[in-house]
């Protein structure tokens, strides 16, 4: 019914600012309210505190990735990299600090190759060689300088008061320290930080980290260039020389972070902005949105619906394999395989009633990753965001400590494709364009990720390796479907990264009668008992206002809202 003449006018002015308001572009709305998602209550917590100080998303980046160094060094510390996805409302700006390690400058080719040409079981993993020169102290000085408002020894306080007054052991902390503990054991200031009488802590023992209060109390106090050119950095190259490392003060000098633009592609309407490479995620998961534009998922039976999810990501994956390195070193089609004709040429080699194996898809093998790393995203009330995945590739990187730093060796050099052909630790192989050369950085799979739709915005990412792009675009689709961020995070999971090539779903992710109809499209299918990937989500409803965050329940993390 419409209101009395004399409330005409005013009804009509505000239908149209409503319209208005919800046809503006995301840059210039405004949440009203902040969020947190990360692997880590406390660093969820540290987050909130710099919020609550009137930082905003970027300051509040620096102190999660710092209160994770902490709290949570099985996935990311100082002495690693990664990506920070960022958006600056005030002029829309997206853009990716490229925070990812660099071969050092003596790095070679065959460095991690035996006499017998073969590579040397667990050289690229467990040796101060698997190091690649850090980059994750120079994109958080990055993010202070340029986005943030906060002096950089703000954001850093509370991870230096959860280095000196120390956190809890949780069960996911126990169980990793339990498999690191030969290692640990073997070095004299790390046994008595992370092991109890040579074994690990029990749950609930606090763990204090002194020697890394005072790492970061330094950096807070020189700022982080003293990581590359200060006495830190002096620490960092004697002790990783002293461990049979390669770093030198030079590269250490050398290491800057680069500025890229995302990969952006549009899906039914949505805007995807993502990462671009050295990060594979943002091409294989727009490549893999386009070829899925061309099908209405919805109006598909549930089997059919993820033999197409499954048959987008196998020929994206195929595609990272063939064409992606490190931008500063590689040529790559990137415009070609973002492009939806590209994508329409795939589709046509999909068959609706059978998978496609691998072995008939021209190109070569897939490039190697590792399974841990660690996500948070960050929404603030003005509308600043981050999506940042950060790593020191698998658990603890190589579970060395740089002695008198407290800081955990990166084992990213693992990224890189050590021998063409040869599969490493996570049984993928790789490529010339991913092969180490001086200065390089490997290839990643991390997908920080923006999806902005009519009906909202999502920032989401997660670790995961392999795995990390398929999640992404699982959790892109069920964003578009409608549901909540708790229920994406939670939502079981499907994969295929090409090769091998085996359908890999966690229990639930299947019904028998999917399993059955894909088993005669001629899938090989493997259930994974553990299930994988721990996604931190923050979802924005445009129409209702509401702001959401959530992190997976495979994980111990927390999302909040405030
Ligand atoms: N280290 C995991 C990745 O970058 O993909």
Do not use: C
């Amino acid at each position: 019914m419409m209101p009395a003449p004399r409330y005409r006018i005013a009804f009509i002015w505000f239908v149209v600012l409503a319209f208005a308001a919800n046809a503006l572009p995301a840059a210039e709305r405004l949440p009203g309210k902040s969020a947190v998602a990360s692997a880590s209550p406390l660093a969820t917590a540290a987050g909130h505190e710099i919020l609550a100080k009137g930082g905003n998303a970027f300051d509040a980046a620096v102190a999660i990735t710092a209160a994770l160094a902490v709290v949570y060094p099985t996935g990311s510390g100082l002495a690693g990299g990664g990506f920070y996805l960022l958006h600056r409302a005030s002029d829309g700006r997206d853009v990716m600090i490229d925070a990812r390690e660099k071969a050092p400058a003596a790095a070679s080719r065959d460095m991690f190759l035996g006499p017998d040409g073969n590579p040397v079981p667990g050289l690229s993993l467990n040796s101060a060689l698997a190091a690649g020169i850090a980059g994750e102290p120079a994109g958080m000085e990055h993010l202070v300088k340029e986005y943030g408002r906060l002096p950089l020894a703000v954001s850093l306080a509370p991870a230096i008061r959860l280095a000196h007054e120390g956190f809890p052991v949780s069960p996911h902390l126990r169980a990793v320290i339990e498999y690191k503990r030969e290692v640990f054991a073997k070095q004299k200031e790390v046994a008595p930080i992370w092991l109890r009488k040579g074994a690990a802590p029990a749950l609930g023992t606090v763990i204090r980290q002194p020697q890394l209060a005072r790492t970061l109390e330094t950096l807070a106090k020189h700022g982080m260039r003293d990581f590359y050119e200060g006495a830190i950095a002096r620490r960092l190259v004697a002790g990783v020389r002293k461990l049979g490392g390669i770093w030198t003060a030079e590269d250490l000098a050398a290491y800057r972070i680069v500025e890229r633009a995302p990969i952006v592609g549009d899906y039914r309407g949505a805007r995807i902005i993502s990462a671009p490479p050295p990060s594979s995620g943002g091409i294989v998961l727009v490549e893999a949105l386009n070829i899925l534009s061309g099908y209405d998922l919805a109006q598909l039976d549930s089997a059919t619906r993820k033999h197409l999810i499954i048959a987008s990501m196998r020929r994206g994956h195929r595609d990272r394999a063939v064409w992606l390195g490190d931008p500063d070193f590689v040529e790559m089609p990137v415009a070609e395989l973002i492009h939806p004709y590209y994508a329409a040429g795939l589709r046509a080699s999909i068959r609706l009633d059978r998978a496609m194996p691998s072995a008939e898809l021209p190109g070569i093998l897939p490039a190697p990753q590792g399974p841990q790393t660690t996500h948070f995203s960050v929404l603030d009330a003005e509308g600043n965001r981050v999506a940042g995945t950060i790593t020191l590739n698998f658990l603890f990187g190589s579970g060395l400590v740089v002695p008198g730093t407290g800081l955990f060796l990166n084992n990213e050099m693992d990224d890189f494709s050590k021998k063409a052909g040869v599969p490493n630790g996570f049984q993928l192989v790789g490529n010339a364009a991913n092969e180490i050369a001086p200065g390089k950085r490997m290839l990643s799979s991390m997908t920080p990720t923006f999806i902005e739709s009519p009906r909202g915005l999502m920032i989401a990412g997660s670790p995961g390796g392999s795995y990390i792009t398929g999640m992404v675009l699982l959790a892109t689709l069920d964003f578009l479907d409608g549901r909540s961020a708790a229920e994406i995070v939670a939502a079981p999971r499907i994969h295929h990264q090409y090769l091998p090539d085996v359908l890999q779903y966690e229990r639930d992710a299947l019904t028998p009668n999917e399993i059955e109809s894909l088993t005669k499209r001629g899938y090989t299918l493997r259930e994974s008992k553990r299930g994988w990937g721990n996604l931190q989500v923050i979802t924005w409803d445009y129409a209702s206002g509401r702001v959401d965050a959530a992190s997976d329940p495979r994980g111990e993390g927390e999302g909040q809202v405030y």
